[in-house]
């Protein structure tokens, strides 16, 4: 049922819709669509930014309270430290921010602390093939000269693998990246149309040719990844509602499993 649900659902968006559902109770991949092409990654990346950064405090014996200067070329318009002309912040603001408000500042202030080649380095060392910063947050010049930010859906669920499993840092600093990513305030897709109280621990991703939304599921009995990500889009709002009606399928064929109704 699910299967073809999902199936009519992607056969009738106009966009791409790149894909994967995995189950957390059986380690099972229960849908995959396209999760294998490369895309633009929007600001999907700054979750293995986050990682790659946690990793770094963990090996280093980092302190989140230490603070940084935001120096005035990092600093880019939507972003909540721009708004407020914050000129520092913690490492742990900065986190946060870039996560839970896709702050863009805060993300560009982190690319600076190990730079891009060691993110790079990090994410293949840890099984991410085809994830790639290779711009800071709206270089639209640097984009234009080919040098995006990638991924794909495989690389996404490979990673949110690794944060559910705990394998990637010590019980600590996985808890700080559940914490962060637990407290997302953008809602407009994976949540979308789920009305229940649901824990999710996820990222969001947009510019005008992509949306996307990636992420843990906590249910009462059974834990599972998402991402949806959408791409050669021109109407955001359409590909969101995409989103969230694929969310709200998965989510009702797990809940219904729960129930015995599946």
């Known amino acids: 049922m699910m299967h073809k649900q999902l199936e009519r659902i992607i056969a009738q968006c106009p966009y791409k819709v790149h894909s994967i559902v995995e189950d957390y109770n059986t380690n099972e991949i229960v849908w995959k669509n396209r999760n294998e092409e490369i895309f633009s990654s929007a600001s999907i990346i700054k979750v293995p930014i986050l990682i790659a950064i946690l990793a770094h405090l963990q090996k280093t014996n980092g302190n989140l309270n230490r603070i940084y200067k935001i120096s005035p070329d990092n600093m880019v318009d939507f972003s909540v430290l721009t708004e407020q002309r914050q000129t520092q912040a913690t490492?742990?603001?900065?986190?946060?921010?870039?996560?839970?408000?896709?702050?863009?500042?805060?993300?560009?202030?982190?690319?600076?602390?190990?730079?891009?080649?060691?993110?790079?380095?990090?994410?293949?060392?840890?099984?991410?093939?085809?994830?790639?910063?290779?711009?800071?947050?709206?270089?639209?010049?640097?984009?234009?000269?080919?040098?995006?930010?990638?991924?794909?859906?495989?690389?996404?669920?490979?990673?949110?693998?690794?944060?559910?499993?705990?394998?990637?840092?010590?019980?600590?600093?996985?808890?700080?990246?559940?914490?962060?990513?637990?407290?997302?305030?953008?809602?407009?897709?994976?949540?979308?149309?789920?009305?229940?109280?649901?824990?999710?621990?996820?990222?969001?991703?947009?510019?005008d040719t992509v949306d996307h939304d990636a992420g843990i599921v906590f249910t009462r009995n059974r834990d599972y990844f998402i991402g949806v990500f959408i791409t050669e889009v021109t109407d955001n709002d359409k590909a969101r509602q995409t989103i969230g009606t694929i969310s709200k399928i998965v989510y009702d064929h797990f809940t219904k499993q729960e129930e015995g109704i599946d």
């Open 91 to 207: 490492l742990h603001e900065l986190l946060l921010w870039m996560i839970i408000t896709s702050d863009n500042t805060a993300t560009n202030v982190c690319i600076d602390l190990l730079g891009m080649d060691a993110f790079n380095d990090y994410f293949k060392e840890i099984g991410l093939h085809n994830t790639r910063v290779q711009r800071k947050m709206m270089d639209f010049e640097r984009q234009k000269l080919g040098f995006d930010n990638e991924t794909t859906a495989q690389d996404m669920q490979h990673l949110f693998g690794q944060i559910y499993r705990g394998t990637l840092l010590t019980k600590e600093w996985n808890a700080v990246a559940l914490d962060i990513l637990s407290r997302q305030r953008s809602h407009e897709s994976l949540k979308r149309y789920i009305v229940d109280d649901v824990k999710m621990a996820h990222k969001t991703g947009g510019l």
